[in-house]
């Protein structure tokens, strides 16, 4: 029996300092081009890390995608035509406000800056409103490198990263091209082809999962805010008369998908955004308990008919739908669910990891990812590393059970040793041959969460481990 110490009892800052090492060690997540000193806000992802991002991105896609019949997939490119950034009004609008320290000259979101001073700055605020918080609360600020409190009035910076192709000669800032800022964009401008080459009718939904890029200025919080990001939009279609019934309906649905994901329900919270966007109805984010606080994890929008209407007007093409019963022809109201895979990834991690103090006094940090997420669902190992009998039966298994899930073959060190990183990395079962396997046929089975062990059969591991892994 172990006794569970609550991670809550870690102050928040030593959580994130855990996670964010635990990370590290154990390859889930790296500083981007680390032995160059890294790169402000962006990061990799470790072989592990690779393997629960690609977990969360399938079981979004199947939530999304493959369980309902009237959503389909998209994979559209990163580079976009310049207008489209024109038309969903990211070249004139999409910026964050920024201050600059007179003393220092460091400049700082204003948001962060006013969050800091406990003073809660809505992200969508105007500059004339961000401006008018600065200033009643001048006395509370303080910049993040000297102290100071003295700032410039904000102003807006473009998040938007611009970049240059073909054959250019001249200052290509002058006519840039720009990394996409969010992906939903790449759906507007496929709505016609999508419906055109399938059989979709309004209430349809297109979904993605792509990079997205934002010249995020305040680099913190780990991968909470990347400059280089992957977003898991849906946007779905609907005649304005059903618009606000099918954004509660999405409302509900996102919030079951974190449920279902193994999430708790305790770390979760809806945020309702009063100041909205001038096209949009109602924004309301599904924030996640991090080490930090409750942030936004998903945004669920209902944009009305702004997008389609603006790439209509942009392009000079007609993006309206015609009900193929009614004959009414309209443009489509969009409901919008957008969430990051990083965040997703970093709320996985913190309802994850515990500390446990077990019987004989030691610690163990386990990482008790739900099953369907763990990067590695099995790890197999002979007892012993000088005993050929035992590998030769231990590799016979790991080759068997490969082709269905992630497995991993481990020799090294001892097996406290063993389990140790596996608790780590979170996988669910280990799966141990000795010298019993070699007389009836048996291995020693460890399930993670319970440290608990039962004899197997080991011809029917496969089948074993699908009812454990599906239960
Ligand atoms: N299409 C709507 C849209 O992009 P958003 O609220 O700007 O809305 C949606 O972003 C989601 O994308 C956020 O809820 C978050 O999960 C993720 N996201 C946004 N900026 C991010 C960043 N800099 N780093 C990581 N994830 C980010």
Known sequence: MSQKQDKNNL????????????????GFVFSSSEIYGGFSAVYDYGPYGAELANNIKSAWWKAMVQENENIVGLDSSIFMHPKVWEASGHISGFSDPLAECKKCHTRVRVDHLLEEAGVFADEKMSEEEINKLLKENREKLKCPKCGDSDFSEAKEFNLLVQSNLGNFTGDWSKNPVYLRGETCQGIYVNFKNVLDSTRVKVPFGIAQIGKAFRNEITARQFIFR??????????????????????????????????????????????????????????????????????????????????????????????????????????????????????????????????????????????????????????????????????????????????????????????????????????????????????????????????????????????????????
């Open 226 to 471: 990347k400059r280089e990001f992957e977003q898991m939009e849906m946007q779905f279609f609907v005649h304005s008369d059903e618009a606000m019934k099918s954004y509660e309906e999405w409302r509900e649905r996102r919030w079951q998908f974190y449920i279902d994901l193994g999430i708790k329900k305790e770390n979760l919270r809806w945020h309702k955004h009063e100041n909205l966007v001038f096209y949009a109805k109602a924004a309301w984010d599904i924030e996640y308990k991090f080490p930090f606080g409750f942030k936004e994890l998903e945004g669920v929008h209902y944009r009305a008919d702004y997008d389609l209407k603006q790439h209509s007007k942009f392009s000079d093409k007609d993006l309206s739908y015609r009900d193929p019963q009614t004959n009414e022809k309209y443009i489509p109201h969009i409901v919008e669910t957008s969430v990051g895979v990083d965040r997703t990834f970093l709320a996985v991690i913190t309802d994850a990891i515990t500390k446990e103090k077990l019987e004989d006094g030691s610690e163990r940090t386990v990482m008790k990812f739900p099953k369907n997420l763990a990067p590695i669902k099995a790890a197999i190992f002979p007892l012993l590393k000088n005993k050929p009998e035992l590998v030769k039966k231990a590799r016979e298994i790991y080759e068997n059970l490969k082709s269905q899930y992630m497995c991993e073959f481990d020799d090294n060190g001892n097996i406290g040793k063993r389990y140790r990183r596996q608790d780590e990395i979170g996988t669910p079962y280990c799966i141990t041959v000795d010298f019993e396997t070699l007389k009836d046929g048996t291995v020693t089975v460890r399930d993670r969460d319970t440290m608990k062990q039962e004899r197997v059969k080991a011809e029917g591991l496969k089948t074993w481990l699908s009812e454990k892994l599906n239960s």
């Open 11 to 26: 102050r928040d800052k030593d959580l994130m300092e855990e996670i964010a090492a635990l990370c590290k060690r154990r």
